[in-house]
């Protein structure tokens, strides 16, 4: 599975934007970029996905490279309910064993100050 | 809005004990997932099924640890014995299809071997 990189912890304000960044350099012409977050003492939830273009939807936005080698997921004004690990998972379209499974990295931490 | 269900909440047993989860798929949702997150850790795959049957199970323990999904709907997954390495949230995710479709997580089961 093509891996992706990561900060461990992030820090930003409420009601200001944050950028949250992922390195996948090894990725496939058949991988789709994903995002899911994980509040405290919840299961995981999905953010977004994309696979070449830049993406939005209610929750947040999703900036990807020309060379699709990294991506950014953009909140626009994070909230202190934004407090979450998030991660950046590589999925394929392409069959195999380990089609459909989500590869859970470390997460980014981010946390919101008031 | 349709959630997946999970039971119990918390499970604290004895080492060489049996335990078992349970857990209720999104009606209609064909593929279900068993994950394992141990504290600290993202979530990692432990089975995956397509209906009723099994389609990865390769980082399953299968020593000790069994999964079912008898009629496609509703899962069990059981550990005998209990290790105190089990210790860790098991999660149920369920997604339409096999695939790079969104996963629905329940809030999973916190197991405690003591």
């Known amino acids: 599975d093509a891996k992706t990189t990561q900060p461990n912890s992030m820090e930003s304000n409420e009601e200001e934007p944050v950028h949250l960044p992922c390195n996948h350099s090894?990725?496939?012409?058949?991988?789709?970029i994903h995002w899911y977050r994980q509040l405290p003492s919840q299961g995981p939830e999905y953010v977004i996905h994309?696979?070449?273009s830049n993406v939005n939807n209610r929750m947040a936005s999703l900036a990807i490279a020309e060379d699709r080698k990294s991506s950014t997921l953009i909140l626009h004004r994070a909230t202190l309910r934004d407090a979450a690990v998030y991660y950046c998972?590589?999925?394929?379209?392409?069959?195999?064993?380990?089609?459909?499974?989500?590869?859970f990295g470390q997460g980014t931490i981010l946390t919101v100050h008031p | 809005e349709a959630e997946v269900a999970q039971s119990p909440r918390y499970k604290i047993t004895e080492k060489s004990q049996a335990v078992a989860f349970w857990c209720d798929p999104i009606?209609?949702?064909?593929?279900l997932y068993w994950y394992r997150q141990i504290l600290g850790q993202g979530p990692e795959l432990l089975v995956q099924?397509?209906?009723?049957?099994?389609?990865?199970d390769s980082q399953l323990p299968k020593d000790r640890f069994s999964a079912e999904r008898l009629k496609g709907v509703d899962s069990t997954l059981k550990i005998q014995p209990a290790e105190l390495g089990d210790s860790a949230m098991y999660l149920c995710?369920?997604?339409?299809?096999?695939?790079?479709?969104?996963?629905?997580f329940g809030p999973g089961t916190r197991l405690t071997v003591t």
């Open positions: 995710a369920s997604s339409l299809e096999r695939g790079p479709y969104e996963q629905y």
């Open positions: 090894t990725i496939s012409g058949t991988d789709y």
């Open positions: 994309g696979l070449t």
């Open positions: 998972i590589l999925r394929t379209i392409a069959g195999g064993t380990s089609y459909g499974k989500l590869t």
């Open positions: 009606s209609g949702h064909a593929t």
């Open positions: 099924f397509q209906d009723e049957s099994v389609v990865d």
